[in-house]
Structure formats: structure tokens, C-alpha cells
């Protein structure tokens, strides 16, 4: 009889550990999961600083006047300068609500949106640098136009001028 009470006591111990261990992982992954994105948008606003000073560096100079962002890594979501909106965009989908969705808030030069998917709890975030009023960006890219990974970026202040505009060239590698 000893051996079966040390048998069901195991059975029993090891039961309740995993009952426990999922309720951990229950609980805290979509803690984890929420940070996670937190933070990735917090590392890409800091990004998205650093690209707008580098092109407002070359608007603000000389024709000829280069920069250059190596390595611009993007691990979540996707950068696109989109070269007919005059605008550098970057979108996340998440499940993490992190602000009034619909309603665009201005941090300095970045433009700031959470917009609701047609799934429930997923929302696509988005930030967006607008030069509509500053220059006409143009692009030349090896990798495509949906950026993700690990690239380098550069701008040029050609000495092309469009509606009074400096014509400003991204170049992605």
C-alpha cells in the first residue's frame, strides 16, 4: 500500500505544478506580449526622430548634402516612405490597445494613430512623418518598398526643385 500512496502523491504534485505553471503563463504572456509592444513602438519613435532630423538636415542644406541611418532595423511591423504621400510610415498590428483608437496624436514632427482592425481586440498601430510642406521625397530602393530587417537608409538633396520644393532622394539598402 506505501508504494501506490508515493505513486498517486507524485501524480498528484506534478498535476498541481502544471496546473500552476499554466496559470502563470496564462496570466503573464499577455503581460509580456503587451511590453513587448510598448516597447518596440517606443524604439521606433526614436527611429523615426532620427530619420526626420537626418532628412530635415539635408532639406536645411546645400544641394549635394547627404545622410546616412546604418543600420536601421525594424524587427516588428513595416517602415514605407512613400514617395506620392511625401510621408515615411510605420504600422504594427497588435492586440494591445495603447491609446484612444482613431484619433491621430501629434508628439513634435510624429504623427501618432491606433486604428481598430475588423477583428475584435487588434488594432494596427502607425506612425507617420508628413514633408508635404518641406520637400518631394523620391526613392530608390533595392529591397522593395515594404521595409523590414535590417537596412540602411540615405537622403540626398538633389539639386532638382518641384513646385519649389527641394527634391530630397531616399535611398534603402
Known sequence: MRKSEVWVSAVLY???GIILVTLILAAGLP???KMRDRN???QTKALMYDIDQNI???INE??????YISPVIIDSGKLVIDAD????KWSMLTGNKMMEPDIVFKEGVLNIKLSETSVIDEYIMELWLDYSSLADLTVV???GSELEGRFSLGAEHTSDYTDNLPVIQIQVK
Do not use: D, I, K
Not at 62 to 67: M, T
Not at 85 to 88: M, R, T
Open 40 to 42: 518596440t513602438v517606443v
Open 141 to 143: 530602393s533595392e529591397v
Open 31 to 33: 503581460l509580456v506580449n
Open 85 to 88: 504621400a511625401n510621408q515615411v
Open 14 to 16: 506534478m498535476s498541481l
Open 56 to 58: 530635415r538636415e539635408v
Open 62 to 67: 546645400a544641394p549635394g548634402s547627404r545622410r
